[in-house]
């Protein structure tokens, strides 16, 4: 075998490094896709939230909220159906006590909310850095942080109205429909958010079947919760 310096200088540069992976080039790739940055404002903010949330509850809404959904108690009226409903999972199956397991949902949601901004700028201004202020903006935005370390119905209700919004643009109009559905569920005040689809206005393809789907989710839930009362109701 020839000496390395015996070979053209092309053949000596492919021996030197074979196996020499360009980690530039895979930061680049990262930064470039379309997932890395909200992936990663979603990690952050979720840690930050996590760190400023508190083990206990601090109002009486909030308590009131973790019983039923502790007893799957449905038959009680209530306008936040809807927060029962994504409070299920994290209080039942997180090995966490219940109080805290509720703050730490809407940490969750809190910062689902941060980075699906991001992606909705992002379509909108086809601009990664306006959409990164966007979502830092807010993100340190006090009144948001202080409802997204404790357990409120104001940021998951915002993450699913945001949600609704973000499938809408990437023409998703049933599933945004379903989202918004959510939305409403969590809070009724979703209801004033409708003037977000004046921009939607020229699709009425689109309008029809995200108001449809709104509808008749809506009025499959309600019919639901109603009748769980009146059975309720019935049994005393």
Known sequence: ????????????SKLKTPFIIKTGTVVDTLLKS???????LFLTSFFIFAMLSPQALLNGDAALYEQQIRNLDFAQRTTHLGYYFIGIPFIHLLPLPP????????????????SILFLIASRITHDRQVSLIAAILLLTHYQF???????????PQLF???LSIALLLFNKPVTGGVAYTLSFLITPTALFGLTMLIPFRKNKKQLLRFMVTFLLVLLVA??????TISQED???
Do not use: I, R
Not at 1 to 12: D, F, I, K, Q
Not at 34 to 40: I, Y
């Open 1 to 12: 075998m020839l000496p390395l310096g015996s070979y053209p200088s092309s053949t000596a």
């Open 34 to 40: 379309a997932f890395f940055l909200p992936f990663l």
């Open 99 to 114: 109080d805290y397991a509720l703050n730490l949902m809407n940490c969750f949601y809190g910062a689902l909310s941060v």
């Open 145 to 155: 942080v202080q409802n997204a370390v404790y357990a409120e119905v104001y940021v």
């Open 160 to 162: 699913f109205f945001l």
């Open 222 to 227: 309600l019919s639901s919760h109603v009748l």
């Open 234 to 236: 019935g049994d005393y």
